[in-house]
T-cell receptor, first 116, second 112 residues
Framework: NAGVTQTPKFRVLKTGQSMTLLCAQD?????MYWYRQDPGMGLRLIHY???????AKGEVPDGYNVSRLKKQNFLLGLESAAPSQTSVYFC???????????????FGPGTRLTVT | KQEVTQIPAALSVPEGENLVLNCSFT??????LQWFRQDPGKGLTSLLL?????REQTSGRLNASLDKSSGRSTLYIAASQPGDSATYLC???????????FGQGTTLQVKP
């Protein structure tokens, strides 16, 4: 199993550009999450999804949109990037109906985004 | 509002020492507490998960304890090795919010 994968690993954007980060998991997990990690701020939840076709806002959702069209994928979009969105973005997943702890989260390797 | 605090923020020890990392949380309404390891430039690796009904979990040289009533958890690392150098994050899954709340982490350096 690959677990949780994220693409791309690195990206540099100019202010105002848009991009989509892709998260994929092969553990048949129901729940998926997007976090950002900033120095001195820890990890903060951006958006999450409790199932295919459903999404919800987390702690810092402004400036981001998400979609979960397929159970295994969770996309994070930035419509008009700002320097304040320079961060490391982590995707996570949890909860298989057939096995495992529903609240144990598994993390991807992260995407390092710089907005100039 | 659930807040998670980790002390100390950084720790440097000689190889072979036993050490304790601390985590405290303000709201005892939690489903579980999870300890993660993060290497520089990498993602988070889950080390131990303690259910709210449990007191401790062990994996190899690692032992995590949970005292829900006092809002505290400790991660004990026995016979530390240079390979243990990393940032250790504590996170609680809050019953009230249904979300994982993270501490700021403790950065550990084990010197040969």
């Amino acid at each position: 199993n690959a677990g949780v994968t994220q693409t791309p690993k690195f990206r540099v954007l100019k202010t105002g550009q848009s991009m989509t980060l892709l998260c994929a998991q092969d553990m048949n997990h129901e729940y998926m999450y997007w976090y950002r990690q900033d120095p001195g701020m820890g990890l903060r939840l951006i958006h999450y999804s409790v199932g295919e076709g459903t999404t919800a806002k987390g702690e810092v959702p402004d400036g981001y949109n998400v979609s979960r069209l397929k159970k295994q994928n969770f996309l994070l979009g930035l419509e008009s990037a700002a320097p304040s969105q320079t961060s490391v973005y982590f995707c996570a997943s949890s909860y298989s109906k057939t096995s495992g702890n529903p609240y144990e989260q598994y993390f991807g390797p992260g995407t390092r985004l710089t907005v100039t | 509002k659930q807040e998670v605090t980790q002390i100390p923020a950084a720790l440097s020890v000689p190889e072979g020492e036993n050490l304790v990392l601390n985590c405290s949380f303000t709201d005892s309404a939690i489903y579980n507490l999870q300890w993660f390891r993060q290497d520089p430039g990498k993602g988070l690796t889950s080390l131990l998960l303690i259910q709210s009904s449990q007191r401790e979990q062990t994996s190899g040289r690692l032992n995590a304890s949970l005292d829900k009533s006092s809002g505290r958890s400790t991660l004990y690392i026995a016979a530390s090795q240079p390979g243990d150098s990393a940032t250790y994050l504590c996170a609680v899954f809050s019953s009230n919010t249904g979300k994982l709340i993270f501490g700021q982490g403790t950065t550990l350096q084990v010197k040969p």
